[in-house]
């Protein structure tokens, strides 16, 4: 069942990576025909004003030169039908009066052509200046938006490796709790082991004062016994009192032999016994662990910093991107105002501030997707332990045999844990030379 479970975990952990990446593509392709769309939407805006004003240039045009026509015509027939009458009544005059209405006719029919002709030379240039300045605008925000978008990406990046570096803090932290609380452990039943081993040799030194003591009591009293024998036959409480004397030299005697082998037996012990040598292993890995975690902590302060300046970065190019979208939107309002003899102006010339505008309120500034960075109060930092808890949270990573009259105890030192604490999947780097060894 559980074989059947991890296959199922590892089948839908490949199919949700998969389908996130999917995912990631898509809005990769959305994204990237949504900004191709955005460009064409702009360059046919761009076309469809232009065309406009073209149309009402021409159309205006149209409407003057037909006016002028009109103008030309009515002067040459009003010409014609007065000339001979003029020429009846004054012959002099009638030469002179229709020559001067005719140029003065022409010469104000010329004026206002050359005047329309130039103002819409001046709207053509005015609308072509402000295409420019509106095609400029836009590539520059076009480069502000891909420039926010790399910085977004940095700074998510940033954050992942900052997320994974509290994580191997957090991970050490648990680790070094985990030695110190088995080397707690292993300190006392070394200090249990000492004071056994203490008392082991005081009865050790005891017995062997009370043996030196009954082997002269014994020679006294084989001794005496020689010489009463020698001297008279022995009686029978002598002989009772010899043999008894025989039987407690025996027993002592025993006593003396199995203590003897008890002392030799915890003296091998305590010779096979690699707790030193262990805990000179952990104070060995418990000196890498704390390098290992000053690394950490720098890299982690090298990472805040790099973070600290990617947001510092992002704010300006959004406050430029800002400035950069305002000016846009006001420039179309000054040529609207020049050009307002034509009702049919460039009014319509704005950028579209809710297409290039990218508007981030400040107070997203540290919400949004960028990294959100504690401060450094917050960290907490594992504490450096004095040379008194260093000697005690010395642990052995192999198995520690304690003895005694009555029972025997194995522990091992790593799998120790909490039940709320987390076991984590990160391979520690612990030895094993103390499993060998022991």
Excluded at 289 to 316: I, P, S
Aim: aromatic share 2%; proline share 3%; glycine share 4%.
């Amino acid at each position: 069942m559980e074989g059947c479970d991890e296959e199922r975990d590892a089948h839908t952990q490949t199919e949700c990576s998969r389908l996130t990446e999917e995912r990631d593509e898509a809005q990769r392709q959305l994204k990237h025909i949504k900004r191709v769309s955005q460009m064409v939407i702009e360059e046919v805006s761009v076309l469809q004003t232009q065309l406009e004003i073209e149309k009402s240039c021409r159309e205006n045009a149209e409407a003057l030169a037909t006016k002028l026509n009109c103008e030309n015509r009515k002067l040459k027939y009003l010409s014609l039908t007065s000339r001979p009458c003029l020429d009846d009544l004054l012959p002099s005059i009638s030469d002179c009066i229709p020559l001067e209405a005719d140029g003065d006719a022409a010469d104000n029919s010329l004026d206002t052509f050359t005047q329309y002709q130039q103002q819409v030379k001046d709207l053509r240039e005015l609308v072509n200046s402000l295409l420019e300045e509106k095609k400029t605008f836009v590539c520059q925000i076009h480069e502000q938006q891909r420039q926010i978008e790399e910085l977004t990406t940095q700074s998510e990046t940033k954050q992942a490796e900052m997320k994974d570096l509290h994580e191997t803090v957090e991970q050490q932290r648990k680790n070094i709790k985990r030695f110190n609380r088995v080397s707690m452990m292993a300190a006392k039943e070394y200090d249990g082991m000492k004071e056994q081993l203490d008392l082991e040799q005081n009865l050790r030194v005891k017995a062997e004062t009370f043996a030196h003591e009954m082997l002269v009591k014994q020679k006294e009293a084989n001794r005496q016994s020689m010489l009463l024998l020698q001297s008279a036959e022995p009686s029978i409480q002598l002989l009772k009192a010899l043999e008894d004397v025989s039987a407690i030299t025996k027993t002592l005697e025993e006593e003396r032999l199995q203590h003897q082998q008890k002392v030799q037996s915890l003296e091998a012990q305590l010779q096979e016994n690699c707790v030193q040598k262990q805990l000179d292993n952990l104070r060995r890995q418990l000196e890498l662990l704390e390098e290992e975690k000053k690394e950490v902590e720098g890299r982690l302060e090298q990472a805040e910093k790099k973070n600290e300046e990617l947001e510092k970065r992002v704010q300006e190019l959004q406050e430029t991107q800002m400035q950069l979208t305002a000016t846009p939107s006001s420039a179309p309002g000054r040529t609207s105002s020049d050009s307002g003899k034509d009702s049919e102006g460039p009014g319509g010339l704005s950028v579209p501030s809710d297409q290039a505008r990218t508007k981030v309120s400040p107070e997203r500034w540290g919400s949004g997707p960028g990294p959100v960075v504690a401060p450094k109060k917050q960290r907490r930092s594992c504490s450096s332990l004095s040379e008194k808890e260093v000697a005690e949270s010395l642990v052995s990573n192999g198995s520690i045999s304690s003895f005694g009259e009555e029972n025997q105890m194995k522990s091992n030192g790593v799998n120790h844990t909490d039940r709320g604490e987390d076991v984590s999947t990160e391979p520690v780097n612990v030895s094993a030379d103390g499993d060998a060894e022991c």
